[in-house]
Nanobody, 115 residues
Framework: QVQLVESGGGLVQAGGSLRLSCAAS????????MGWYRQAPGKKRELVAF?????????TASDSVKGRFIISRDNAKNTVYLQMNNLKPEDTAVYYC???????WGQGTQVTVSS
């Protein structure tokens, strides 16, 4: 069974930055399209960014993060990152990574942005 492990979340003030990491067993990160998702309390999980297989940079999938979030991949480390800049309180959520199509979900990492 694929294990996805997200890390790098925390508490940050508005305007700050965080970098999230997603590591996985096997080669799922390198071999698949990967996405970063988030789920805020009381809301549906949404895709915020994705990266195609075989490339090192990807795309944002939500207008709310365009120009602020950057998804990237380090093939040597079998890891996908989400660089989040100029964070806003509305970015507060649990962030998850997963392949697209999805495999089983990891625990996610909590991001809290204070105003």
């Amino acid at each position: 069974q694929v294990q996805l492990v997200e890390s790098g979340g925390g508490l940050v003030q508005a305007g700050g930055s965080l970098r999230l990491s997603c590591a996985a067993s096997g080669s799922i990160v390198n071999d698949n399209r990967m996405g970063w998702y988030r789920q805020a309390p009381g809301k549906k999980r949404e895709l915020v960014a994705f990266i195609n297989s075989g490339v090192s940079t990807g795309y944002t999938a939500s207008d709310s993060v365009k120009g602020r979030f950057i998804i990237s991949r380090d093939n040597a480390k079998n890891t996908v990152y989400l660089q989040m800049n100029n964070l806003k309180p509305e970015d507060t959520a649990v962030y998850y990574c997963n392949s697209i199509p999805n495999n089983s979900w990891g625990q996610g990492t909590q991001v809290t942005v204070s105003s």
